[in-house]
């Protein structure tokens, strides 16, 4: 059945605008946060493949406080400490968000550095690799150490500075139900056009960052 309008909720935490597919009734979506299409006589395309009908840009509202990471799973603040010898000591402070716990399971960091060693690790769930770009750091384990911190060791450093941009990668994925808060936007309900029967729905979250820089 692909006669249908979905019902979602926005979170009331965060400032949004949306902008809607151009087949998708935008009076509708605007006094009702319903998402059916302008012909409701039409069934949405039915091939087993994904289809956007909703894209929206996010920021927290003021009201949330200093909390200006409320969009981000994870947190992660960096010291830097030159050692005046060619080496420079960067210690690493990560902490996963609480309603992302059981979301993120491991991150990515990438900076411009060619030769590195982890000098400690508070969870061992700390490795390093040398990729294209410099080095990575895969930071595992998330579900498990939701919080910690490392300590790298980095030569051959004439300028602390050529050291940033460090870049983070990371994916998210959950099942949320239908009264989940988790979400910027969640669908409540799927009801048939026709009948305006309930129909019964999973609802999966998928995320990942296009740029997370330290600088």
Request: aromatic content about 8%; glycine content about 4%.
């Amino acid at each position: 059945m692909s006669k249908i309008n979905l019902q979602l909720n926005k979170s009331s935490d965060i400032t949004t605008q949306y902008k809607t597919h151009p087949n998708v009734s935008k009076p509708l979506f605007n006094s009702s946060s319903v998402i059916g299409l302008k012909d409701a006589t039409k069934p949405f395309p039915s091939n087993d493949q994904s289809l956007g009908v909703l894209r929206w840009k996010s920021v927290p509202k003021s009201s949330v406080g200093d909390d200006t990471n409320v969009l981000l799973p994870i947190v992660l603040t960096t010291w830097v400490n030159n050692n005046d010898n060619g080496t420079v000591t960067l210690t690493f402070e990560y902490e996963v968000l609480e309603n992302k716990k059981d979301v993120v399971k491991e991150v990515q960091l990438v900076m411009p550095a060619s030769n590195a060693t982890i000098e400690s690790a508070d969870n061992d769930n700390v490795t390093l690799t040398y990729v294209e770009d410099g080095l990575s750091l895969k930071i595992a384990k998330l579900d498990e150490f939701t919080s910690g911190s490392f300590e790298v060791l980095v030569g051959d450093v004439d300028d602390e500075e050529n050291l940033f941009p460090m870049e983070l990668y990371f994916e998210a994925s959950e099942v949320i139900e239908p009264s989940s808060t988790n979400a910027v936007v969640s669908v409540t309900s799927i009801t048939a056009n026709e009948t305006g029967e309930e129909l019964p729905f999973d609802m999966y979250y998928n995320t990942s960052n296009e740029g997370y820089y330290i600088v």
